[in-house]
């Protein structure tokens, strides 16, 4: 299971009706996402979550759960950074 986060932005911003897919299902040929739903889903996650995610970053995931395993390390990275900051 994706995590709530993620479904939120695939179903509000996206209309994706993600009761249909599963965290192997593929972000292109099963989700349907183009270009356009990319551009538009990174700057949900960006707002949404704080999370940036790089090009390089991006072109790894191919399904929604490497999606979301790459939104949460980089929010775990983030929490790190954070941390050691004001450590």
């Known amino acids: 299971m994706i995590s709530g986060e993620l ?12 009761s249909r897919f599963t965290p192997a299902s593929h972000l292109i040929d099963e989700v349907g996402l183009d ?8 700057v949900a996650i960006e707002e949404k979550l704080g ?14 759960g490497d ?3 790459a939104i949460r390390n980089k929010k775990a990275a983030g929490s ?4 050691e900051a004001r450590g």
Request: glycine share 2%.
């Open 80 to 83: 790190a950074t954070s941390v």
């Open 67 to 69: 999606l979301d395993t």
């Open 35 to 42: 270009s356009v739903a990319f551009a538009v889903g990174m």
């Open 51 to 64: 999370v940036a995610l790089s090009e390089e970053e991006l072109l790894n995931c191919n399904t929604l």
């Open 7 to 18: 479904a939120s932005i695939l179903r509000e911003d996206l209309q994706i009706d993600v």
